[in-house]
């Protein structure tokens, strides 16, 4: 799995996982490690009102991930 995050021409991180299966509490944990670090260099870049977005799959849409967004 390839976790990556971009705001406009702001380069985010980008997570490799290379071994294992990932799940919602894996994905989880890599939310919780750099979307903080991404929301204040987006705050430092003066963006204001960004939009996640994520694709289909089983683990953006787990009840981890679900309760994580709440």
């Given at each position: 799995m390839v976790?990556?995050?971009?705001?406009?021409?702001?380069?985010?991180?980008?997570?490799?996982?290379?071994?294992?299966?990932?799940?919602?509490?894996?994905?989880?944990e890599i939310l919780e490690e750099y979307m903080p670090q991404l929301n204040a260099g987006m705050e430092a870049?003066?963006?204001?009102?960004?939009?996640?977005m994520q694709d289909g799959s089983a683990i953006h849409n787990s009840y981890h991930a679900l309760i994580w967004f709440q």
């Open positions: 976790w990556g995050c971009f705001c406009g021409a702001i380069l985010g991180y980008l997570y490799v996982m290379i071994e294992g299966r990932n799940n919602g509490e894996c994905y989880v870049a003066g963006v204001s009102n960004p939009v996640f």
